[in-house]
Each structure stands twice: as structure tokens, then as C-alpha cells.
T-cell receptor
Framework: RKEVEQDPGPFNVPEGATVAFNCTYSNSASQSFFWYRQDCRKEPKLLMSVYSSGNEDGRFTAQLNRASQYISLLIRDSKLSDSATYLCVVNSPGSARQLTFGSGTQLTVLP | EAGVAQSPRYKIIEKRQSVAFWCNPISGHATLYWYQQILGQGPKLLIQFQNNGVVDDSQLPKDRFSAERLKGVDSTLKIQPAKLEDSAVYLC???????????????FGPGTRLLVL
């Protein structure tokens, strides 16, 4: 089983749509969770951290369910500029700073 | 603030040749990482430095890969000899290396795209 699993997509959605991505992780001892965004042929960039209480940043909402070892990202009112690959990231077993990346979910927002 | 710098941006070599990548992290960042990203996959950590010491190199194929960060600032990653399966993007990242390690942001450089023929 992969440490971090994501649906690879692709997700093709119209502008203005709401889209949700899910991710599961295998190590119940993981303590930090993130979503990174990676544009085509660019480097990954931190989109947001994910907290147990859930957190929101504008049109983006992240949720964490520790019992199910499940992380989600919701994007409301999708924009063309949201087209990218979204990487689910969890700290590696036994290390706070080391990160394990999922393979990413590709999103294309269509006009 | 200047970001993480990497060079070269692209490299094409033949198998069995050697290649080196260079990374200059964000000023003041103590922790430096090298990742390998194969097409269609997420980045995979190869090695982590804290200042000029290696924290973890358990996923570095040491028979052909080597890395150093001699003065605790910039770093080089070398592959010798290269194999076809080494074709990937090599990403360097840095982080502050202080404070809450569980909420530390890693900042990535633009990467070096390596093609081994």
C-alpha cells in the first residue's frame, strides 16, 4: 500500500464548479498534513496546511479525518487559474520535517 | 526575497555518463532537501541536510548518487554513472530548520530536468 494515495484524475470541470479531491495516508502516527500545488512543468508550492478542525483559505477548504486517515480539499467557484496538479503531502514516519508526497490529482478548469 | 536557485535547468546525457546539479537555498535556511520527481509521480526525497550534515540519505542510491553541502549553504547532487531510469526532474527544496518542524514550509527550486539517452 502506498503511504499517500490520491485519485490521479484528471478532473475536468467548468469554471465556477465545485470540485473535491481526496487522499488517504497509511501511517496513523503522521502529524502534519498539507496540500501543495504544482503547475505544469513548475515546482510544487504550498497551497495550505491541513488541521484537524478543518481550515479555509478563500475558495479552498481542507479537512482532516484522523480516524479514517483521510484528507480532503474542496475548491469552490473554480477559476481557470486553478488548473494544476494538487499534491497531498504527509510528514514521513519518524520524521517531522521529511515529507511524503502523493502522486497528485490533475485538475483542468474549462472555460 | 530570492527563492531557491538551481542549475542547470535542463540536461541531456547518455547512459553511463556523469552529471552534477547545483542548488542554492534561500538565505538563512538550514535544511536542504533533494527530491527526484519521475513523470506522473510526486517528488520522492533522496537526501536531507541540516546545515552541512546529512540527516537522512536512506533513499539515495549510493552506488551511483552522491550529494554534499560542504559549507552548509549550497549543495551539489551527482549521478555517476547515469542510467535510463534516472530520467526525471531533480528538485531542491529548503526550509528554515527552526521552530515547529511539523508546520515548516518547504520552498522548492525550479528543478533540473534530466534526460538520459
Amino acid at each position: 500500500r502506498k503511504e499517500v494515495e490520491q485519485d490521479p484524475g484528471p478532473f475536468n470541470v467548468p469554471e465556477g464548479a465545485t470540485v473535491a479531491f481526496n487522499c488517504t495516508y497509511s501511517n496513523s502516527a503522521s502529524q502534519s498534513f498539507f496540500w501543495y500545488r504544482q503547475d505544469c512543468r513548475k515546482e510544487p508550492k504550498l497551497l495550505m496546511s491541513v488541521y484537524s478542525s478543518g481550515n479555509e483559505d478563500g475558495r479552498f477548504t481542507a479537512q482532516l479525518n484522523r480516524a479514517s486517515q483521510y484528507i480532503s480539499l474542496l475548491i469552490r467557484d473554480s477559476k481557470l487559474s486553478d488548473s494544476a496538479t494538487y499534491l497531498c503531502v504527509v510528514n514521513s514516519p519518524g520524521s517531522a520535517r521529511q515529507l511524503t508526497f502523493g502522486s497528485g490529482t490533475q485538475l483542468t478548469v474549462l472555460p | 526575497e530570492a527563492g531557491v536557485a538551481q542549475s542547470p535547468r535542463y540536461k541531456i546525457i547518455e547512459k553511463r555518463q556523469s552529471v552534477a546539479f547545483w542548488c542554492n537555498p534561500i538565505s538563512g535556511h538550514a535544511t536542504l532537501y533533494w527530491y527526484q520527481q519521475i513523470l506522473g509521480q510526486g517528488p520522492k526525497l533522496l537526501i536531507q541536510f541540516q546545515n552541512n550534515g546529512v540527516v537522512d540519505d536512506s533513499q539515495l542510491p549510493k552506488d551511483r548518487f552522491s550529494a554534499e553541502r560542504l559549507k552548509g549553504v549550497d549543495s551539489t547532487l551527482k549521478i555517476q554513472p547515469a542510467k535510463l531510469e534516472d530520467s526525471a526532474v531533480y528538485l531542491c527544496a529548503s526550509s528554515l530548520g527552526a521552530g515547529d518542524p511539523y508546520q515548516e514550509t518547504q520552498y522548492f527550486g525550479p528543478g533540473t530536468r534530466l534526460l538520459v539517452l
